[in-house]
């Protein structure tokens, strides 16, 4: 008797998963053991030095993340130093968060991949990779009955 293993059996499927989140989980603390601060804080220090200064709700955007979410990085990176606040010179009402010489410093020391390990990755794919991927996933998360909305705008635990 042969073996019948069916491609892409979901326990196949579920190997990859765990595949893809321990490399982005092991990249995240390659960056906390490196810089001393999570792959999601360097992300927005990289988005400070690349495109700041920034309105708080521009970076939210910029990082697909909650509002509340980024004021408690702001908080952390701001007492460590690396950013700070200032008013707009041509409307003093608007306050945009800067990188300060600090955190250029620190975000020119490593390659890394400064806007997250997986959002690089998906980067990378083709357009039509990118869409079968997506296909894929709407479909495990409609079987899963999970509403698309729940988590979509929070970085993964191990990047905060």
Do not use: C
């Amino acid at each position: 008797m042969t073996d019948t293993k069916v491609p892409n059996a979901p326990l196949d499927v579920l190997k990859q998963f765990r595949v893809v989140f321990r490399a982005a989980q092991q990249h995240s603390a390659d960056i906390e053991k490196l810089l001393g601060i999570s792959g999601a804080q360097a992300w927005l220090l990289v988005e400070l030095r690349d495109n700041g200064p920034l309105k708080a709700g521009e970076l939210a955007a910029r990082m697909s993340i909650k509002p509340a979410t980024l004021s408690n990085m702001l908080l952390r990176l701001d007492e460590l130093g690396y950013l700070q606040r200032q008013r707009n010179a041509q409307d003093m009402r608007v306050v945009e968060v800067v990188l300060s010489d600090t955190g250029r410093e620190l975000v020119g020391k490593a390659d890394y991949a400064p806007r997250g390990w997986l959002p690089e990755a998906l980067s990378r794919m083709s357009p039509q990779q990118l869409a079968d991927l997506s296909t894929g996933l709407a479909a495990l998360l409609s079987v899963m009955h999970v509403n698309l909305q729940v988590g979509g705008n929070s970085p993964l635990p191990f990047t905060e």
